[in-house]
């Protein structure tokens, strides 16, 4: 990683790009569940793997530098609300937060339950804290490897 960490919320200023920095598909969530890193606390478990250049066929619809962010909230967090309410609030925390990330990477988050409490009881600003602590890597679950 020669350049420094980018942040999603310069992605998100143009039009339209906010929609672009997403993952949609399965096979894109699949690649960065299996050959991804991940970091985990009590509130989220954070998966990345760097995406492949723009030339490759699998790189996705983003042809710049933007790191893009998928979501998981299982029901096990609670009910249609609380899910919908925790991905809000972490879709907020790192378009606006400007979380920073390496250029064209691609995040999956995964919710636990303990986040729709998080999100109860603190708001935007616990998930944001939340996942500044991922980042940082102080999470309680450590730092696991992906299959190479």
Do not use: C, Q
Not at 51 to 74: E, F, I, T
Not at 125 to 147: F, H, I, M, N
């Amino acid at each position: 990683m020669s350049e420094p960490p980018r942040s999603i919320g310069e992605a998100a200023r143009g039009p339209g790009s906010a929609r672009r920095a997403r993952l949609s598909r399965s096979a894109d969530f699949e690649r960065v569940y299996r050959h991804g890193r991940s970091r985990a606390n009590r509130f989220f478990v954070m998966h990345t793997f760097p995406r492949p250049a723009a030339g490759d066929a699998d790189a996705g619809a983003v042809s710049d530098d933007v790191p893009r962010l998928g979501l998981s909230v299982p029901r096990r967090v609670g009910t249609a609300v609380a899910r919908n309410r925790v991905k809000r609030l972490l879709r907020e925390a790192f378009w606006s937060a400007g979380v920073p990330l390496p250029g064209r990477a691609d995040v999956v988050v995964v919710a636990r339950p303990e986040a729709a409490a998080l999100a109860e009881r603190e708001g935007v600003e616990g998930v944001r804290g939340a996942l500044e602590d991922l980042l940082a890597g102080s999470g309680t679950g450590g730092e696991r490897g992906g299959a190479s």
